[in-house]
């Protein structure tokens, strides 16, 4: 059974940083693409950190490029989301979702979910003064 679960949001000032881990069960690393997404109320869902699977490349939307960073540790079956020089409009619920047929560059640079199945339940960023 494929689990996504998200951790690490919180308050934090203009300017600051927040690490945000994604604890995945159930799939390899290896076979799914997996990312982070976001939703701001109002807006549509977002792809901001994706990882490749079988060529392991990362991507990136515009809004967050040289500010965040996607990573993962194999060993505890976790994908981390660096996020620094943090702005108003970061302010967001965070996702963690992974797929086996959506590449990573649809995820996150061409913006296509459709039929993605797998999501943990989000983690709410808010910054702030």
């Known amino acids: 059974q494929v689990q996504l679960v998200e951790s690490g949001g919180g308050l934090v000032q203009p300017g600051g940083s927040l690490r945000l881990s994604c604890a995945h069960s159930?799939?390899?690393?290896?076979?799914?693409?997996i990312g982070w997404f976001r939703q701001a109320p109002g807006k549509e869902r977002e792809g901001v950190a994706c990882f490749g699977s079988s060529d392991r490349r990362k991507f990136y939307a515009d809004s967050v490029k040289g500010r965040f960073t996607i990573s993962r540790d194999n060993a505890k079956n976790t994908v981390f989301l660096q996020m620094n020089s943090l702005k108003s409009e970061d302010t967001a619920v965070y996702y963690c979702?992974?797929?086996?047929?959506?590449?990573?560059?649809?995820?996150?640079?061409?913006?296509?979910?459709?039929?993605?199945?797998?999501w943990g339940k989000g983690t709410l960023v808010t910054v702030s003064t």
């Open positions: 159930g799939f390899s690393l290896d076979d799914y693409s």
């Open positions: 979702a992974a797929d086996p047929w959506t590449t990573a560059q649809n995820m996150c640079v061409n913006q296509i979910t459709v039929g993605m199945d797998y």
